[in-house]
């Protein structure tokens, strides 16, 4: 049985942009930090990663669509901290968020990551972000540098 699967490696000419909702910045931060990480340790260079700054995760998907149709981009990587209030409004950001970062990467065909952290608590986040669990935003940077190998596997 053939086994085809990326590597976890950049060519190093990839252009890749982090999508990153502000909203619970203090959480975001982290997540940011954690892709640019994982994104230099895994060959990319800084002067090919974009950061792209919008209020919060609803709208991600917009920046995501719009970062997708400019061209410039291989690859995208959404991160973002939607933390549980004291009101249903989480549910809808947390699955609008969701629903909207899947329809725009199946029309473009290019690998996007979720790292957008659906939480119910702050310390929940908090160990996402760069502590006990570890970083979502790592992981999320991680999973595109794979599709992307994977992407010029299954080109081949
Ligand atoms: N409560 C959280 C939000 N809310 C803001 C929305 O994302 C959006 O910016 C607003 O509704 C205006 O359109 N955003 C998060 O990212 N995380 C939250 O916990
Ligand atoms: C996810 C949210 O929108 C939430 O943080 C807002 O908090 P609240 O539900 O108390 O208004």
């Given amino acids: 049985m053939k086994i085809i699967e990326g ?6 000419d990839e252009k890749i942009a982090i999508v990153n909702g502000r ?11 954690g892709a640019k990480d994982s994104f230099l340790r895994h060959g990319g260079k800084e002067e090919n990663l974009d950061l792209i700054l919008v ?3 609803f709208e991600i998907p917009f920046a995501l669509e719009k970062a997708l149709a400019s061209g410039r981009y291989d690859a995208v990587c959404c991160v973002g901290a939607v933390i549980r209030g004291a009101t249903p409004h989480f549910d809808y950001i947390s699955a609008e968020a969701t629903k909207g970062i899947a329809n725009v990467t199946l029309k473009y065909g290019k690998p996007v990551s979720n790292g ?22 790592a992981e999320a940077m991680t999973t595109i540098i794979e599709m992307l190998d994977l992407y010029s596997e299954l080109g081949k």
């Fill in 116 to 137: 957008v952290l659906t939480t119910d608590t702050i310390e929940q986040a908090i160990e996402r972000a760069g502590s006990k669990v570890g970083n979502k935003g």
């Fill in 55 to 57: 209020p919060g995760a």
């Fill in 23 to 33: 909203f619970n910045h203090i959480i975001t931060d982290r997540l940011v930090e």
């Fill in 7 to 12: 590597k976890l490696s950049l060519k190093g």
